[in-house]
């Protein structure tokens, strides 16, 4: 299994990004889906998540009612739609993928805010 990230680049405060993950390979049954982001000097964090069974999407309390957080199991994807972007957002983000009860991470994907 691969995950493939798009979407990253440069973008002015207040502006938007969404960045975009698909899954492929062998794949049997995908579960929970989301990214994290890692910024400069500090550890990879969560950013939004959707948990598989109890079906809740949650959010870093950071980036709730500014990011967005899609996913079609069908195409097993799931998108990040970054609105209202901050300095403070940059980071590389990565997506994760929970496929057949085993973690996939994307390869990471550079976001940066700075005017």
């Known amino acids: 299994v691969q995950l493939q990230a798009l979407g990253g680049g440069l973008v002015q405060p207040g502006g938007s990004l969404r960045l975009s993950c698909a899954a492929s390979?062998?794949?049997?049954?995908?579960?929970?889906m989301g990214w994290f982001r890692r910024a400069p000097g500090k550890q990879r964090d969560l950013v939004a998540v959707?948990?598989?069974?109890?079906?809740?999407?949650n959010y870093a309390d950071s980036v709730k009612g500014r990011f967005t957080l899609s996913r079609d199991s069908a195409k097993s994807t799931v998108d990040l739609q970054m609105n209202d972007l901050k300095i403070e957002d940059t980071a590389v983000y990565y997506c994760?993928?929970?496929?057949?009860?085993?973690?996939?991470w994307g390869q990471g994907t550079l976001v940066t805010v700075s005017s």
């Open positions: 959707f948990i598989s069974g109890g079906g809740a999407t």
């Open positions: 994760l993928c929970v496929v057949d009860g085993r973690n996939y």
């Open positions: 390979g062998k794949i049997f049954r995908i579960g929970t």
